[in-house]
């Protein structure tokens, strides 16, 4: 039987604006086994990134439960959401979230400087691995400004997957690139799915969906039944 | 090993123009600071220096009445009450080391073709003695010269460059108001001392001479005494006050002399010096806070521009710990490399500025050491309340 690694049960949030309180999330219930590619959809607002932020642990709901590697985590503090972000998930972003100081293979090492651990240099060959595996040998000493969306966004995935992580999640990874260059991401994705690695993403992107094993939708802060 | 650091700080080097001018904020606080101190330490040194030669075991007798202000004795009201045989009566009280009744007056020197008007000193022989005044060359006064009315002088260290220049005095005669002197003596430099004459810029002559030939009074202006032992200094002043006031047959309240010790000139000296160097306090606090505004808002600049860094180290696992550690070695860093240089300008400043201004040449260490931690300490705090406030922010705020 394979592991469920993400259950959430009945996750609310809401935000608050001077008085007025918005309600994002009402009540999301969602499981995702080990192996599975998840994409999640809906409009612009649903609360698509809220929801990836709670499961990513970067965002607290207001109430409900969240088990993560059969661990519930809802309501864990800094360091310790920090610590599990640090080992098990790995994030990438529509915005890339490079450091713009630190060159290719630096920004991969970076999750590795919060691991209480030296940098060895097995590390380091295994960040040039993960760059090389994702076409970027020739870019490794470059910075991200001298990078083009495409390859800052495979830097991102390399530095997401440079902890080994149990979760990949990515919000709207191809958010900033052509659709040539969404497609080549998009296998990258697939490719990693397809090794074990538990995907979810989220995406208004129908052609970026398809890659996904399941797509779910989000409505009015529930996900619609299928 | 080093990619740790590089991961953690070279982001420091990344905008350089925004370094430069944090480093130069600190550079400003502390160099001025520096350099103000200097000048305070300087100006407290040269006042020491200048009592100095007016001993603590000095004290002045003068005619008429005496203010003191701004360190210096002023006589403020002159009489000729003060006599020759006063001096004379205050040689009886015991404990007196040196005494030297003086008369003096402003007076044309010349030599040859060389003529300049200063200070003539009538003095007696214990005059140099009681100053402390070193002779560079020639002798000094006999008693027979003093008693004998002998027209001998010792020159002050300028005047004798200015009429002899490099050659020899000793023997020559000059001619002061007129009537010949030989010269005996020269003074070497002592400079300006507490009553702020220019003691180089002076002859001596026999007092007797003074009053008879070249001015032709009956009576004196000044008494000089010193003391074998300090501590007898209040109790020989209260002495001599009550031997004058008798001789004088005076009332206490409309005294025709005053007595002054170098302590008077001294409690007046330091509480302007004091005051002098409260001034500069606050204004290098003023320097130093100044400076720690700068850089508090440059560093609040920096951490503002590095938010969406710290988002994204959130986001991969940072501790709040870890991102303010990473920010306090940065203000660190930074302070420090400012704090050095600002040392090293406000340093090299004070030894160009110093002579500049006739101060003596001082190294404030209690200062240097003062500014440094305290700068270090601003630009910590300076560095690390932004950062702790970035630390509070959500990384999904930061990374919007
Ligand atoms: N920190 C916040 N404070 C207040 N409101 C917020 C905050 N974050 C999100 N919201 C609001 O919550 C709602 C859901 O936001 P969210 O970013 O999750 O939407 P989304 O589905 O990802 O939209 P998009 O497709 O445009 O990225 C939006 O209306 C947004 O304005
Ligand atoms: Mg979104």
């Known amino acids: 039987m394979v592991k469920d690694l993400v259950i959430l049960k009945n996750i609310t949030k809401a935000y608050q604006t001077g008085k007025v309180i918005y309600p994002v999330l009402n009540g999301i219930d969602l499981e995702v086994k080990e192996g599975d590619f998840l994409a999640i959809m809906g409009a612009s607002g649903s609360g698509k990134s809220t929801l990836l932020n709670i499961i990513g642990l970067l965002d607290k709901p207001d109430s409900g439960e969240y088990f993560f590697d059969g661990q519930e985590v809802s309501k864990l503090n800094k360091k310790e959401s920090a610590y599990i972000r640090n080992r098990k998930i790995g994030f990438v972003f529509q915005a890339f979230h490079l450091v713009p100081w630190a060159t290719a293979l630096e920004n991969v090492l970076l999750p590795l400087l919060y691991k209480d651990e030296e940098i060895t240099n097995e590390d380091k060959e295994k960040a040039l691995e993960l760059l090389k595996r994702l076409g970027l040998e020739k870019r490794i000493n470059a910075k991200p400004s001298e990078l083009s969306g495409g390859e800052q966004q495979r830097v991102a995935i390399a530095r997401a997957l440079i902890n080994n992580p149990r979760l990949l999640l990515a919000d709207e990874p191809t958010g900033n690139l052509d659709s040539q260059t969404t497609q080549e991401v998009m296998s990258i994705f697939k490719e990693l799915n397809e090794k074990g690695l538990t995907v979810i993403i989220v995406t208004h992107d129908p052609e970026v969906a398809k890659f996904a094993k399941r797509i779910k939708l989000i409505k009015d802060g529930v996900f619609i039944k299928q | 090993m080093l990619i740790k650091y590089k991961l953690l700080w070279g982001g420091l080097f990344y905008k350089k123009l925004r370094l430069l001018l944090s480093v130069i904020g600190i550079i400003i606080g502390v160099s001025s600071l520096l350099l103000m101190n200097a000048f305070g330490e300087a100006a407290k040194i040269k006042t020491l220096k200048e009592i100095e ?195 004088h047959q005076v009332s206490e309240k409309n005294k025709d002399f005053d007595i002054v010790k170098a302590e008077d000139i001294l409690e007046v000296k330091t509480q302007t010096t004091d005051l002098f160097s409260n001034l500069i306090k606050s204004i290098s606090i003023l320097a130093l806070l100044t400076g720690s505004i700068g850089v508090t808002a440059i560093m609040t600049l920096s951490v503002n521009e590095r938010k969406k860094e710290i988002g994204i180290r959130k986001s991969l696992g940072a501790k709040d710990k870890e991102l303010l550690f990473q920010f306090l070695i940065e203000s660190v860093i930074i302070t420090i490399t400012g704090g050095l240089i600002g040392i090293f300008i406000g340093l090299f400043s004070s030894f160009i500025l110093l002579p500049l201004f006739k101060y003596p040449l001082v190294f404030p260490w209690f200062p240097i050491l003062t500014s440094a931690f305290l700068t270090i300490i601003f630009g910590i705090l300076a560095g690390i309340y932004p950062a702790y406030k970035a630390t509070k922010i959500d990384p999904i705020v930061l990374l919007r």
């Open chain 2, 53 to 247: 030669t007016f001993g603590p075991e000095i004290i002045m007798v003068v005619a008429g009445s005496v203010r003191v202000h701004g360190g210096r004795a002023i006589q403020t009201e002159i009489t000729t009450t003060l006599k020759p045989s006063d001096a004379e009566a205050l040689r009886k009280i015991k404990d007196i080391k040196y005494l030297s009744p003086v008369f003096n007056g402003d007076g044309v020197v010349r030599y040859l073709g060389n003529t300049l008007t200063t200070i003539i000193n009538g003095v007696n022989e214990e005059y140099l003695l009681l100053r402390k005044f070193p002779l560079l060359e020639g002798r000094n006064f006999l008693i027979d010269e003093i008693l004998g009315y002998k027209k001998v002088t010792i020159l002050g260290y300028k005047v004798k460059r200015e009429l002899f220049g490099e050659k020899n005095a000793i023997g020559e005669v000059i001619r002061i108001n007129k009537l010949p002197f030989r010269v005996i003596g020269v003074i070497g430099p002592v400079g300006i001392d507490a009553s702020n004459v220019d003691q180089d810029d002076q002859v001596l002559i026999p007092w007797t001479v003074a009053i008879s030939a070249l001015y032709n009074v009956d009576y004196i202006r000044s008494i000089y005494l010193s003391v074998e032992d300090i501590s007898q200094i209040s109790a020989i002043k209260e002495r001599i006050n009550e031997i004058l006031v008798k001789r």
